[in-house]
């Protein structure tokens, strides 16, 4: 079965650090990927995508995630986090073969410290 | 354009009732999908539905069942209500959902709570 895996479930960090979350997947067959935020009492919002071509993509507020074939995964990376940014983040997958599924990992929850 | 919307936002129900959840897609937006979200299970698929027709359907027993309307609308209702029905249920739109290289955009959810 497919399944969505998110390394971290709490990321703690200081303004300005450096941010990388994982997520991996395992599905052998052609895969669109997303990054969905939740910011605290809002709806979830699409921060990023990949369905094909070049496997960096970058998304909305400076995100950027990177699509590793070879890995099965598709990291989210931001140089510089704000406060602002404090919020959960979930990765997810939609296989070409099944219409509008959405399998989703976890969530990492973000604490970003001023 | 507006977003999704999602009716009622909190629903408070006691075990055994019945419930029925509604979603307004985007305009033109064909595609509606349901998740369920709780805190141990996180984001789980239910159903999607096309054309008023289901088109995919997640792991969940009968008592979660769906619909979709000629306007694109859609219901979702829990029959016999269990205690681990609580939660937050997102509804999400597409153009087409089928092919798949399409974005999800979702609503704000409607809380249930079972007592």
């Known amino acids: ?114 | 354009k507006a977003g999704v919307t999602q009716t009622p936002r909190y629903l408070i129900k006691t075990r055994g009732q019945q419930v029925t959840l509604s979603c307004s897609p985007i305009s033109g937006h064909r595609s509606v999908s349901w998740y369920q979200q709780t805190p141990g299970q996180g984001l789980q698929f239910l159903f999607e539905y096309f054309s008023e027709t289901q088109r995919n359907k997640g792991n969940f027993p009968g008592r979660f069942s769906g619909r979709q309307f000629s306007n694109s609308r859609s219901e979702m209702n829990v029959s016999t209500l269990e205690l681990g029905d609580s939660a937050l249920y997102l509804c999400a739109s597409s153009p087409r959902g089928g092919l798949g290289q399409e974005t999800q955009y979702f609503g704000p959810g409607t809380r249930l709570l079972v007592l």
């Open chain 1, 1 to 114: 079965a497919q399944s969505v895996s998110q390394h971290n479930h709490h990321v703690i960090l200081s303004e300005a650090a450096s941010l990388e979350l994982g997520c991996n997947y395992s599905y052998g067959g052609t895969v669109n990927l997303f990054w969905y935020v939740q910011y605290p009492g809002q709806h979830l919002q699409l921060l990023l995508k990949y369905f094909s071509g070049d496997p960096l993509v970058k998304g909305i507020k400076g995100f950027e995630a990177e699509f590793i074939k070879s890995k099965f995964s598709f990291n989210l990376r931001k140089p510089s986090v704000q406060w602002s940014d404090t919020a959960e983040y979930f990765c997810a997958v939609n296989a070409n073969n099944q219409g509008g599924k959405l399998i989703f990992g976890q969530g990492t929850e973000l604490s970003v410290k001023p």
